[in-house]
């Protein structure tokens, strides 16, 4: 039996041609990152906020909440990052963009089929000791051996290869490269931008539930002094001290003081269930982690924030818009590639072996064909026209995009200002309520006051002191509101996707 080894004239063609696509031009537009105008510097500034060099930023925004000092925040946060299940669908997705990356750069190289089937034929050999193969389609000369006129009936094994290959002469697949590795990049700033927004989350669940924890501890302490005037109201007025009306007006204000315990108790609740949703965990199922009451998490010395233009390299959420934009354009080619002719390579070889007989045959084609659309109605001109508005609006999407974070930042940083300000008025306005509370007492024991100048200082204190926690847990809502706008929360510089996306639509 011979062997065949010219079937690597099949092969060896296409595998040659692999390489060549890169040769011939692309169509359609080439990406360029478009200009955007940012300011120089922030137009909010305090000297709590200090704008420093973007590698220090970039190092304080990386793992922002470590200056916090709060250990437990630091563990729940460590947790959520392993645990959360947006995260883990974000990294989901991530998988999903590499695998059509891969898709799609597999396009660019030939596709190389087996097959093989096993008959019962008939060979009628001729005195020349070529045969024909009968019993199925007419598959061309053998060679093989037998007398003349003479038949062999046996099992014929038919091994086959089948190869095809679209030459990319106009782009088409290489713009769809293009698109793809910059929605890998674009969904792997998705993941970063997931992580930005859930640290945010559980910093601003885990301050609310410490301002809970702290108001509820008030009211408790409020209740307590209440009670007691209550019962010292109740000892006046069996003394004929006092008349029956204070006695009344202490008892309500202490129960309207008590009726504001369950809607704290609430809010502390539901802070600690969503602080353990996040972290992938029951409802409830931090309840006794969390159940010392605690300080609220201590705030930085000072804030580097950097300057504008670090925005568009910290901010995960403006590197995805960006490459969702290089996406885009890199499919307005993809498209217009569809217009022109496509040229595609084809090839098979067959081996056919008569095992009675020693008979084998092999057969191999190489072909090409050539095609293209002559008339659709302008179907192909429309999904360009289309292509180019999903473009313009990825762009005008981008653009907007900056805006709002340039807006983001400007109004946390305010907001970080004004909170400064408003914890200094509300603790001096607490301090001097807790004052005039305690000289109401005092008068009032003495005879040289009413009733009500008591029940009205302790009142005032009661909300003064609420008002110090939650200005002061407002304070840190709009520090974590600042680095999630700076966006922090994720390493500093791009990942290797993110650049390796970057430089592919620059070349």
């Known amino acids: 039996m011979n062997k065949p080894t010219h079937h ?22 080439d990406y360029q990152k478009p200009e955007v105008n940012l300011p120089t510097n922030w137009s909010e500034s305090s000297a709590a906020v200090d704008a420093a060099s ?23 946060i460590d947790e959520a990052l392993a645990g959360n299940l947006d995260l883990r669908s974000a ?50 000369a053998g060679i093989g051996s037998g007398g003349v006129g003479s038949t062999v009936n046996g099992t014929t094994y038919a091994p086959g290869l089948d190869a095809s290959w679209e030459i990319d002469i106009f782009g088409g697949i290489r713009r769809g490269i293009e698109a793809a590795t910059a929605d890998e990049a674009s969904t792997e700033a998705k993941l970063h931008n997931a992580r930005v927004s859930l640290v945010a989350e559980v910093a ?38 006092a008349n029956a009306s204070d006695v009344e007006r202490a008892k309500t204000s202490r ?6 315990i369950p809607d704290l108790e609430v809010g502390l609740r539901a802070a600690e269930n969503r602080l353990a949703v996040l972290l992938g965990r029951n409802p409830g199922e931090l309840r006794e982690q969390l159940a010392e009451a605690k300080d609220l998490p201590a705030l930085p010395a000072s804030l580097a924030t950097g300057i504008p233009t670090d925005v568009l390299r910290q901010r995960p959420d403006l590197i995805a818009a960006e490459r969702t934009l290089a996406a885009e354009t890199a499919r307005v080619g993809q498209k217009l590639a569809k217009r022109f002719p496509s040229l595609t390579l084809s090839g098979s070889l067959s081996w056919y072996t008569f095992a009675s007989a020693g008979m084998s045959t092999a057969i191999q084609s190489i072909g090409a064909s050539l095609g293209t659309t002559l008339f659709d109605a302008g179907r192909l001109r429309a999904a360009v026209d289309i292509q180019s508005a999903v473009q313009e609006q990825a762009l005008a999407n981008y653009q907007n995009s900056v805006l709002t974070a340039l807006e983001e930042v400007e109004n946390a940083l305010k907001s970080y200002a004004a909170g400064h300000e408003r914890v200094a008025a509300r603790r001096a306005a607490a301090d001097s309520a807790r004052n005039a509370a305690k000289l109401a007492g005092q008068l009032y024991q003495s005879g040289l006051a009413d009733f009500q100048s008591v029940l009205d200082s302790e009142r005032t204190r009661l909300s003064a002191e609420d008002s110090l926690a939650t200005a002061e847990a407002g304070l840190r809502t709009s520090l974590i509101s600042l680095y999630k706008a700076l966006g922090g929360g994720w390493q500093e510089m791009p990942t290797a996707s993110v650049q390796s996306s970057l430089q592919r639509s620059s070349s």
């Open 54 to 76: 973007a590698a220090q930023t970039g190092q304080n925004l990386a793992r922002w909440w470590r200056q916090l000092g709060d250990s437990q925040l630091d563990q729940l």
């Open 204 to 241: 601003r669940n885990y301050v609310e539930m410490r301002s809970y924890q702290r108001r509820l501890a008030i009211a408790k302490d409020n209740l307590a002094s209440q009670s007691e005037t209550a019962q010292i109201t109740e000892w006046r007025y069996q003394a004929g001290l």
């Open 91 to 140: 990294k989901a997705r991530l998988q999903q963009a590499r695998a059509t990356l891969d898709q799609a750069e597999a396009e660019l190289y030939p596709t190389l089929k087996a097959s093989g089937n096993v008959n019962q034929r008939e060979v009628d050999s001729s005195s020349s000791g070529n045969g024909a193969i009968s019993g199925g389609s007419n598959i061309g």
């Open 8 to 29: 690597y004239l099949l092969v060896l063609p296409l595998a040659a041609l692999c390489g060549c696509s890169q040769l011939f031009p692309k169509i359609g537009p």
């Open 255 to 260: 129960e309207q003081t008590r009726a504001g």
